[in-house]
């Protein structure tokens, strides 16, 4: 692995008698190598069920507070009032998953997210009508999320060899891809004909099955060489510091915050349905516009034979964020809805590459003492990245307009992916 840098950490030796190249269509297809380890697919199969029941709960606590209020204020209030503790407890959950068993500390916060899932329905089904309530439920189960998060992707790396993490990436980035993409579908028919309640208990019935799955991987303890240590602020501040020390991990979470705060345009899907596809059909134009980047990704996921084996991985992901970059700005010139649907798909396609490649340089570049708080980070700058394009887009699209302001920001990831990649070399020059 040529980094750049000196790691003193044994890599997972790569599974013997490995394949030889496939040919045909086998070459375009999903790499499926990971799911032949019976632990990974373990985790793996867990996903799936979550996948989709943690994204009908996405949809009924908005649901939920708009039918209460009437106001989408307070629905972007709730959505912000679970941006903290998210943000907080995944920082702390890093520096916890690198100082326990992280299928001890995957099964506590499962189990938390399960049962925050039942008061949830339990609240839906009394008839509470509480916001407050609402809120603060999702705050503890963001807590929970914050903590499960970094454990969840950080112990990838112990259960698969280094050279399938691309492969692992492309399994479990699709499967919460085709989530996001089957769950508020499936919420949308399930809610007239079970009712808003039975969402929630749905979600904690499937992550009964998340809590089996990990009660079934083996013990993902430190390893022996880790220095026993207790998870704290100066073990958060030594994640920080071990980021700026290691260029290309740096480099890594540049890339997706140019990627996603210059160009995710989501904010301002609501004002081109009305506005620049109106002529489609406003509710039409707005399920599309949602719809398009997560079925690319899943697209982007299924034909991942394609990119999976690369070993450039610090190219796949500039040539990813670019890509990224010039699919939003055709977006934004597009006067057509179809034309948009295919550069936001494309897109798609664009951020699973990045993700995919992104996630394997932190588990590769990382050592596995510190895998957790990278994770942690990780998990910060995917969620955060987007509230703050949101900010960003809607200002933009209220001063410039909507187009102007979607091309204008694909322009700039263009700009300073480029940027970033000639002033530095260190992502260029990361390969295993």
């Not at 039975?198 to 390893?223: H, K, N």
């Not at 190219?315 to 179809?338: D, N």
């Not at 990382?366 to 955060?384: I, K, L, N, P, S």
Request: hydrophobic share 55%.
């Amino acid at each position: 692995m040529d980094t750049g840098e000196s790691s003193t950490e044994p890599q997972t030796p790569a599974v013997e008698g490995a394949p030889p190249p496939r040919r045909g269509w086998r070459r375009w297809a999903m790499d499926t190598r990971p799911l032949r380890l019976p632990a990974y697919r373990r985790l793996w199969s867990s996903t799936i069920v979550t996948a989709v029941g943690s994204q009908l709960t996405a949809v009924a606590v908005p649901k939920q507070i708009y039918d209460i209020t009437g106001s989408s204020a307070w629905v972007g209030a709730a959505s912000m009032a679970g941006l903290l503790p998210l943000i907080v407890f995944a920082l702390w959950g890093g520096a916890v998953a690198d100082t326990v068993d992280r299928r001890k500390l995957l099964l506590i916060t499962n189990t938390g997210i399960a049962v925050t899932s039942v008061l949830f329905w339990l609240q839906a089904v009394t008839g509470l009508d509480s916001v407050a309530a609402l809120m603060v439920l999702l705050a503890v189960q963001q807590a929970f999320w914050g903590l499960n998060s970094p454990a969840r992707n950080a112990s990838i790396a112990r259960l698969v060899p280094e050279d399938q993490l691309p492969a692992a990436n492309a399994l479990g980035s699709t499967v919460m891809q085709t989530g996001q993409v089957v769950g508020p579908l499936l919420a949308g028919v399930l809610i007239p004909v079970i009712g808003l309640p039975e969402l929630y208990l749905i979600d904690a019935l499937a992550l009964c099955v998340t809590v089996w799955a990990v009660y079934r991987l083996p013990s993902l303890p430190p390893l022996a060489s880790a220095v026993a240590r207790r998870a704290g602020v100066r073990e958060i501040a030594e994640g920080f510091r071990y980021i700026s020390a290691h260029k290309v991990l740096l480099l890594s979470f540049l890339a997706d915050i140019i990627a996603m705060v210059f160009g995710m345009p989501r904010a301002l899907f609501p004002q081109l349905a009305s506005e620049t596809y109106a002529p489609y059909g406003e509710g039409l134009a707005l399920g599309l516009l949602f719809a398009a980047i997560p079925i690319g990704a899943v697209v982007g996921g299924l034909l991942s034979g394609t990119f999976s084996r690369a070993r450039r991985h610090g190219w796949m992901v500039i040539g990813a964020v670019v890509a990224w970059g010039v699919a939003i700005t055709g977006f934004g010139l597009s006067g057509s809805l179809w034309l948009a649907v295919v550069f936001l798909a494309v897109a798609g396609i664009a951020d699973m590459v990045s993700m995919v490649f992104r996630g394997a340089i932190l588990l590769s570049a990382a050592t596995d003492e510190m895998r957790g708080r990278m994770q942690g980070v990780f998990t910060v700058v995917v969620a955060g990245g987007p509230r703050l394009a949101d900010v960003l887009h809607g200002t933009a699209g209220s001063a410039f307009g909507a187009r102007t302001a979607v091309a204008g920001g694909g322009l700039l990831v263009v700009a300073a992916m480029l940027s970033l990649a000639l002033a530095v070399p260190a992502l260029r020059r990361y390969r295993v």
